[in-house]
Nanobody
Framework: QVQLVESGGGLVQAGGSLRLSCAAS????????MGWFRQAPGKEREFVAG????????YYADSVKGRFTISRDNAKNTVYLQMNSLKPEDTAVYYC?????????????????WGQGTQVTVSS
């Protein structure tokens, strides 16, 4: 069984920064792609960023490109999401997820295990 636990969410003013962490249990973390998704009230869960198992391939939603950075530390079984220049529209619950493949993906169906989520609120 894989468990993912997110942390680092909170309330921040527009233009500020937050760093989310996702700690994974299990020895197979390093062989899977990982992703971050978010869900705002009344909206569907949407892709934010993904990273391959090696960390070499990183990809982002257009809405966060240039502001967010995904990274991973396989020795610590942890994936991170550095969020800069935050906007009120970034307000959502953020989830990390483990991919079904080493590459990860942009669709929710490409992920099998999900964390419980961490709230990010950006005030204007």
């Amino acid at each position: 069984q894989v468990q993912l636990v997110e942390s680092g969410g909170g309330l921040v003013q527009a233009g500020g920064s937050l760093r989310l962490s996702c700690a994974a249990s299990g020895r197979t973390f390093s062989t899977y792609g990982m992703g971050w998704f978010r869900q705002a009230p009344g909206k569907e869960r949407e892709f934010v960023a993904g990273i391959s198992w090696t960390g070499v391939s990183k990809y982002y939603a257009d809405s966060v490109k240039g502001r967010f950075t995904i990274s991973r530390d396989n020795a610590k079984n942890t994936v991170y999401l550095q969020m800069n220049s935050l906007k009120p529209e970034d307000t959502a619950v953020y989830y990390c997820a483990r991919g079904l493949s080493p590459a990860g993906g942009r669709r929710t169906l490409e992920y099998d295990y999900w964390g419980q989520g961490t709230q990010v609120t950006v005030s204007s």
